[in-house]
């Protein structure tokens, strides 16, 4: 059985404006960590918040384990899947400890309270994202970055199988891009499939294990990495001149812009 899989899938947000995706079919395969890509309104947000359940295709489908993702309770959805979105609000003064903690919330039956199992999951999803010493200050109250990492903290809380990230690093300097990212590998080499929408090139390049393409609603290539990093697609799709590189000690192509 395929593990998520989406059957021409399109969506508008509404009846008038044109296509946001259009007739969209892919295979995600468990353990996966793939990157999706494309300029900017290319729809990358609008497929992960349809993965999620969080908008529905106008036609086509999408399936988790066989079954529409429609069909599972949200519930059940939260203990399987969790989300980074893109921009977090958060309308209330929530510490960032009650914030991570949100992420247990699926597994706490009701009126039932987080047990020394949950907080220790917690402790340690905000020790390895770096926002430990954050955790009785205001959500309100710290960087963009921050709370950026409190939120992708959360998620791993959530101890999902599938890890969905929206530009979960473009807010975040080149150090913590980079434990984060390591952190994602880490937790991919575990078990954990991760599925991100990514802006930096190369960054993609090195941390992908598949690299999906998107141009105009559509997919425009899914493929390894070095299959997608060719100097005709980002013609195709970003309509500039590049020269890609592998000539570097970790081997990742590099895309150079001319
Ligand atoms: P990306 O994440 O690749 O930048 P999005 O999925 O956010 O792209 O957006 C794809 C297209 O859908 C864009 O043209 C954008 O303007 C439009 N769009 C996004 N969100 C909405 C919305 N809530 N209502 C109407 N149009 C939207
Ligand atoms: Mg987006």
Known sequence: MNYIELK?????YNEKSKKVLDNISFMIDKGD???IIGPNGSGKSTLLKLINGIIAPN??????EGKDIDSISKKELARKFAFVMQQNHVDFEFTCEEIVMMGRYPYLRRFESE???DLNIVIEAMKNTGVYHL???????????????????????????????DEGTSNLDIRYKLDILKLLQKLNEDGMTIVMVQHDLDLTARFSKSVC?????????LDTPEGVFLEKNIR???????????????????????
Not at 213 to 221: D, E, I, Q
Not at 236 to 256: F, H, L, Q
Request: no cysteine; glycine share 6%.
């Open 8 to 12: 021409s899938v399109q969506y508008s």
């Open 33 to 35: 960590m793939l990157s």
């Open 59 to 64: 036609s086509g489908s999408i399936l988790f």
């Open 115 to 117: 047990s020394e199992e």
């Open 135 to 165: 955790k009785d200050k205001s959500i309100n109250e710290i960087s963009g970055g921050e709370k950026q990492r409190v939120f992708i903290a959360k998620a791993i809380a959530q101890t999902p199988e599938v890890l969905f990230i």
């Open 213 to 221: 393409l998107l141009h105009n609603g559509k997919v425009h290539t």
């Open 236 to 258: 195709d799709v970003y309509g500039i001149e590049s020269i890609i590189s592998s000539d570097n000690p970790i081997k990742a192509p590099i895309i150079i812009p001319l």
